[in-house]
């Protein structure tokens, strides 16, 4: 059967249609709701929960603009809300702004995460009356169900509390705690460190017969020798990042500016690609536009291709 809303006031009475459908056995026929059952029903009842949550925040609305309404009018409010008052659809502005803020790793990071929710959702959008407790502890079950590790759990927890967050501020959605009961902390993971004796082996690896194998393997090393640059900003070191003898860049992932002597093991690694790059404003032959969107696209294809030649590196090492 279908479910739909019934409105009642001052003797009339509106009825909105929904495209819900659920099987008899869902149906608490008694009370008039869904059963709070497993999987999809449980889902759905939420929905209908948030539908119900919108429909009473729209009468106290009207109410409170202490003039006579219409049924006909909560009716109306209801099936046009304002574009930003739904969840995903205000999560999609933000990452429109992340973009064009050039803010591409974040923007990318909210993406995953409007994917995830909405395969949560059923493709369905909500309101924000409808993102409450039950809802974000659902969905929290629900990415466990599927094998989704703690950690990354949090991540996604995290990114859907700053949209929150930003939606209160804007007054879009009520102040509340909706994320009281879910993990959104960080696990530390178990420390790798690679012994410098491999570090040797590595660096004496003759790479003669692969010019992609000895790249990363030369990236690897200069990250290795500037205690550890992320690859991103390898890939955006520039030139004129290289002066004085020293390396100065801004980590993109922080903004935090980073100071690094320029050893001799560092300028022969980036000696060794100066022709390749003559052409480019960046040390490292990765990234040949500084447009940023493209930039960010090809840096995305480089640590792709850079991951999978470790794998390989490490095969040569045993």
């Known amino acids: 059967?279908?479910?739909?809303?019934?409105?009642?006031?001052?003797?009339?009475?509106?009825?909105?249609?929904?495209?819900?459908?659920?099987?008899?056995?869902?149906?608490?026929?008694?009370?008039?709701?869904?059963?709070?059952?497993?999987g999809e029903a449980s889902v759905i009842r939420l929905r209908v929960?948030?539908?119900?949550?919108?429909?009473?925040?729209?009468?106290?609305?009207l109410t409170l603009e202490g003039r006579?309404?219409?049924?006909?009018?909560?009716?109306?409010r209801f099936r046009t809300p304002h574009r930003d008052t739904t969840v995903l659809a205000f999560l999609r502005r933000q990452i429109t702004r992340l973009t064009s803020e050039g803010r591409l790793g974040t923007a990318r990071n909210y993406a995953r995460t409007l994917s995830s929710f909405s395969d949560f959702l059923g493709g369905a959008d909500i309101p924000f009356a409808a993102f409450t407790e039950p809802l974000v502890e659902e969905y929290n079950a629900y990415l466990v169900?599927?094998?989704?590790?703690?950690?990354?759990?949090?991540?996604?927890?995290?990114i859907l509390r700053a949209v929150y967050n930003r939606a209160v501020r804007q007054r879009l959605a009520e102040p509340g705690c909706p994320f009281c009961n879910v993990y959104t902390g960080i696990d530390r993971t178990r420390k790798?460190?690679?012994?410098?004796?491999?570090?040797?082996?590595?660096?004496?690896?003759?790479?003669?017969?692969?010019?992609?194998?000895?790249?990363?393997?030369?990236?690897?090393?200069?990250s290795y020798c500037t205690r550890g640059m992320a690859f991103v900003d390898m890939a955006f070191l520039r030139k004129r990042d290289l002066a004085g003898g020293e390396i100065r860049y801004v980590r993109r992932?922080?903004?935090?500016?980073?100071?690094?002597?320029?050893e001799a093991c560092m300028r022969e690694i980036v000696?060794?690609?100066?022709?390749?790059?003559?052409?480019?404003?960046?040390?490292?032959?990765?990234?040949?536009?500084?447009?940023?969107?493209?930039?960010?696209?090809?840096?995305?294809?480089?640590?792709?291709?850079?991951?999978?030649?470790?794998?390989?590196?490490?095969?040569?090492?045993?």
């Open 1 to 38: 059967g279908s479910i739909y809303y019934q409105v009642t006031h001052d003797r009339q009475v509106r009825r909105i249609a929904t495209s819900i459908r659920i099987v008899p056995a869902w149906w608490d026929a008694d009370a008039g709701h869904i059963l709070p059952l497993p």
């Open 49 to 61: 929960e948030g539908d119900l949550a919108q429909l009473l925040r729209i009468v106290r609305d």
């Open 68 to 76: 006579p309404y219409t049924a006909g009018e909560v009716v109306d």
């Open 145 to 158: 169900r599927r094998g989704v590790v703690r950690n990354t759990v949090s991540f996604y927890m995290r």
């Open 192 to 222: 790798r460190a690679v012994e410098e004796r491999l570090i040797v082996r590595l660096r004496n690896l003759d790479l003669s017969g692969s010019a992609a194998l000895a790249l990363a393997r030369d990236l690897f090393i200069f």
């Open 253 to 262: 992932k922080t903004g935090q500016q980073m100071t690094v002597h320029l």
């Open 271 to 318: 000696w060794r690609y100066e022709r390749r790059t003559r052409n480019t404003p960046y040390v490292f032959p990765l990234l040949t536009t500084e447009e940023p969107g493209r930039a960010y696209a090809q840096y995305q294809v480089a640590l792709n291709y850079y991951n999978r030649l470790l794998k390989r590196l490490s095969l040569l090492l045993g």
